[in-house]
T-cell receptor, first 111, second 113 residues
Framework: QKEVEQDPGPLSVPEGAIVSLNCTYS??????FMWYRQYSRKGPELLMYTYSSGNKEDGRFTAQVDKSSKYISLFIRDSQPSDSATYLCAASSGGSYIPTFGRGTSLIVHP | EPEVTQTPSHQVTQMGQEVILRCVPI?????FYWYRQILGQKVEFLVSFYNNEISEKSEIFDDQFSVERPDGSNFTLKIRSTKLEDSAMYFC???????????FGPGTRLTVL
């Protein structure tokens, strides 16, 4: 069941670039939208989550949700080599805190 | 900074054998979870656990799987008779409350031969 879709990449950018990572979802019941970062050989780490549509900013990271088009985005400003990781988007319905994950996009930021 | 720990980091077993994967959640957390990630595929939810009971489980979590909190610190996932398709990375997570803020451990790589 393809509920949350992500391009696996890899996405390779130079240091300092603005990165745009995107997901689409199909389940209209999804109300919460999350972004996780996963370094090699580590578990996912929650970066941020948003409720319903709109933007949320945290430092260099901005999450954006457009429920009308079922589109989720994560923007990273001034990207650093330490941002190199796999970024997982996820979503959950209002009645559950269990995320449905996308496959993840591999990001490489080269110096 | 407190973190979720998992042991072993890599477990190799023969098909049909039982395995127990161990997790130590963050000490003041009350909700515990197991997820798995087959190589190259999505992270999938298996089960959530609260107050010594399963609170939610997915269709993957069939009778071959069980979870237990045998003492005040450990949280275990048992696979009774492993199959080749059980080969995956298994992640434990914990949270203070019912929340999206789940903290994941580093995972146990299970290889079934």
């Amino acid at each position: 069941q393809k509920e949350v879709e992500q391009d696996p990449g890899p996405l390779s950018v130079p240091e300092g670039a603005i990165v745009s990572l995107n997901c689409t979802y199909s389940n209209s019941a999804f109300q919460y939208f999350m972004w996780y970062r996963q370094y090699s050989r580590k578990g996912p780490e929650l970066l941020m989550y948003t409720y319903s549509s709109g933007n949320k900013e945290d430092g260099r990271f901005t999450a954006q949700v457009d429920k009308s088009s079922k589109y989720i985005s994560l923007f990273i400003r001034d990207s650093q080599p330490s941002d190199s990781a796999t970024y997982l988007c996820a979503a959950s319905s209002g009645g559950s805190y269990i995320p449905t994950f996308g496959r993840g996009t591999s990001l490489i930021v080269h110096p | 900074e407190p973190e979720v720990t998992q042991t072993p980091s890599h477990q190799v077993t023969q098909m049909g054998q039982e395995v127990i994967l161990r997790c130590v959640p963050i000490s003041n957390h009350l909700y515990f979870y197991w997820y798995r990630q087959i190589l190259g595929q999505k992270v999938e939810f298996l089960v959530s656990f609260y107050n010594n009971e399963i609170s939610e489980k997915s269709e993957i979590f069939d009778d071959q799987f069980s979870v237990e909190r045998p003492d005040g610190s450990n949280f275990t996932l048992k696979i009774r008779s492993t199959k080749l398709e059980d080969s995956a990375m298994y992640f434990c997570a914990s949270s203070v409350s019912v929340s999206h803020e789940q903290f994941f451990g580093p995972g146990t790589r299970l290889t079934v031969l």
